[in-house]
């Protein structure tokens, strides 16, 4: 069985402010992939990032940085220096073969304010 | 570029009735799935597809049928319509099992 645990269902912060999403999830399986999705009040669901099981390093992309540890089997997501723009629902997502299946967290609402 | 084209956008039916949801995707992509939104559980998923004329059900697929004729298209049958399945569907391809998937922009569905 596979699963992803988003434990913060909203975050406040104000303009500038570093966030972090937390992201944990479970599998048996060795070979596995996990997703960050953005899902705007607009909604549609826009692709951040995928990061595959045997690649450990640490992304970025902007003001976007993506923290990946097997140890603790989290893959974590920080905005920094956050805007009202990055206003939205949040997904982590696992695919692993052995489920041959997306398997979605609950979401985290962020809400940037002025 | 379409990319995965979902129709209609917004829905109301009556408890018992019968629909389709459309999804049409462009990239041919081999991997095809349904997802519906609810709110405080995320996505799960329904019903997927690895290729035209193969289908497995994903997470909740009672009360849902799918077929998978041509690589393009993979539409929803909805077969008597329950208030339980008032939500939001998305559709979603995939170039493969493990890439990033493409989202339709999501049809709201309300069943009263």
Known sequence: AQKVTQAQTEISVVEKEDVTLDCVYETRDTTYYLFWYKQPPSGELVFLIRRNSFDEQNEISGRYSWNFQKSTSSFNFTITASQVVDSAVYFCALFTGGG??????????????L | NAGVTQTPKFQVLKTGQSMTLQCAQDMNHEYM??????????????HYSVGAGITDQGEVPNGYNVSRSTTEDFPLRLLSAAPSQTSVYFCASTKSRYTEAFFGQGTRLTVV
């Open chain 1, 100 to 113: 041959n299946k997306l398997t979605f967290g609950t979401g985290t609402q962020l809400k940037v304010e």
């Open chain 2, 33 to 46: 799935s349904w997802y519906r939104q609810d709110p405080g559980m995320g996505l799960r998923l329904i």
